[in-house]
């Protein structure tokens, strides 16, 4: 957590107003690879982010990525569009979001904006740094990111509000808990703690277990996915202390969502992210703290469904600013959405998906296979061929058709929605 406590005595002096809407600061902690159901505050049994029930957290139960894996989950929070339209779909420097993005918006009503991201996707020239005045990139050490980065900002003027970007990377691969949490759940695991615990080297020992060492690898997998929560936990807690010790909290509307999350062998021998669009990838946390001296300040009810392209619109709908013209996204305060769009295009499209907070039905163009889940109360497979699912077919045949024509013919999708 030493980095977003380090980031606090150049913030100090960007406070403004506390009943100014239009000039309250934001933080907006947008996690890497973090599921919405390991967390207590969405029900999750297992302790792994008790300091949470600490603060005013609100939760939002109907958040959703735009796509599986970060560099185009981020654009479209940045830039209020979809993955097709703003065309950042690659993690080489061959795409640059040249669209406009609300980040662009609020420095030029004033705000000192400010991206500390330990993805370095976000800082490779990609365009999605573009927009920050000050930029630090962290490399994530033992584990906890939070915890071991030294990295001061400083030197923000004064009657500046701020609005500052932190990407940590802590639940992402390579697993590696910090020492304090290792061994709390995975007591016993089938790895070489002493390697880097990648995707790659997962699927390696999976396939060589029998049926009973893959169970056991499978539920390691997940234990040890969790251990990594309690040290993203302490940070987070130690931001908003000091935050609330230094006054900023009275005037600072804190968010905190994810980019994607993560496939921990729900399908037998599948882990990690970018490949599928399975719910427990693009059904996202989506929290939010009103400022301190403003308890009754309403960002988001409960109920609400919204989209990555969506944050951005509400944000600055949040603080009086108009909203960007021409996207796809919405300010979802004047109204939520009955479902979510989610897509895979990464130099071609493989998968799409749509959902109502009730049901997911997704076409992967690469298997040529329909899918389908029922989400609540919990995520359970579902006949691509019950009502409900295929209730949403039109749409997503119309949604692929969509997609389509934005792209390049061998960019398309091999086998379409039938």
Do not use: K
């Given at each position: 957590m030493t980095m977003l406590l380090s980031l606090l005595p150049g913030l100090l002096s960007g406070c403004?107003?506390?009943?100014?809407?239009?000039?309250?600061?934001?933080?907006?902690?947008?996690?890497?690879?973090?599921?919405r159901d390991r967390l207590p505050i969405y029900g999750y049994a297992r302790p792994t982010m008790p300091l949470m029930a600490e603060w005013p957290w609100q939760r939002v139960d109907g958040y959703t990525s735009a796509s599986s894996w970060t560099v185009p989950s981020v654009a479209s929070v940045m830039s209020g569009?979809?993955?097709?339209?703003?065309?950042?779909?690659?993690?080489?420097?061959?795409?640059?979001?040249?669209?406009?993005?609300?980040i662009a918006d609020l420095r030029a009503a004033g705000y000192r904006t400010r991206l500390v991201t330990g993805n370095n996707m976000l800082s490779r020239g990609l365009g999605l740094e573009k927009d920050f005045e000050e930029l630090t990139t962290i490399e994530e050490k033992d584990g906890d990111m939070l915890e071991v980065v030294d990295a001061a900002v400083s030197g923000l003027p004064a009657h500046r509000p701020f609005f500052l970007w932190v990407q940590p990377m802590d639940p992402h691969t390579p697993y590696n808990p910090p020492a304090q949490d290792r061994g709390r759940w995975a007591t016993d695991p089938p790895f070489d703690m002493g390697k880097d615990i990648d995707n790659e080297y997962v699927t390696t020992v999976y396939a060589a277990e029998d049926e009973a060492g893959r169970a056991a690898l499978t539920q390691s997998?997940?234990?040890?996915?969790?251990?990594?929560?309690?040290?993203?936990?302490?940070?987070?807690?130690?931001?908003?202390?000091?935050?609330r010790q230094r006054g900023l909290l009275d005037n600072t509307l804190v968010v905190l969502a994810a980019d994607h999350?993560?496939?921990?062998?729900?399908?037998?021998?599948?882990?990690?992210?970018?490949?599928?669009?399975?719910?427990?990838?693009?059904?996202?946390?989506?929290?939010?703290?009103?400022?301190?001296?403003?308890?009754?300040?309403?960002?988001?009810?409960?109920?609400?469904?919204?989209q990555s392209q969506d944050l951005g619109q509400t944000l600055l709908a949040m603080v009086n600013l108009p909203l960007m013209p021409g996207v796809d996204g919405i300010d979802l305060r004047a109204g939520c959405r009955s479902g979510g769009r989610h897509m895979i295009l990464e130099d071609v499209l493989t998968g799409v998906a749509i959902s109502t907070p009730e049901v997911e039905l997704s076409w992967m163009c690469d298997r040529s296979r329909l899918e389908a889940w029922r989400l609540e109360p919990e995520i359970a497979d579902l006949d691509p061929a019950d009502p409900a699912a295929a209730a949403l077919l039109p749409g997503l045949r119309l949604y692929e058709q969509e997609i389509a024509a934005s792209l390049p013919a061998d960019q398309g999708c091999a086998a379409p929605v039938p």
């Open positions: 403004a107003g506390p009943d100014d809407p239009a000039h309250l600061n934001i933080v907006v902690i947008h996690v890497d690879t973090l599921r569009l979809e993955p097709h339209r703003h065309g950042v779909n690659s993690a080489q420097p061959t795409t640059f979001l040249d669209a406009p993005t609300f997998v997940r234990d040890i996915y969790d251990e990594q929560l309690p040290g993203l936990d302490r940070g987070i807690d130690g931001l908003l202390r000091d935050l999350g993560e496939m921990l062998g729900e399908e037998p021998g599948t882990f990690g992210h970018g490949e599928r669009l399975r719910p427990e990838l693009v059904r996202l946390p989506l929290l939010w703290m009103p400022p301190l001296d403003r308890p009754d300040l309403v960002f988001l009810p409960a109920d609400c469904s919204g």
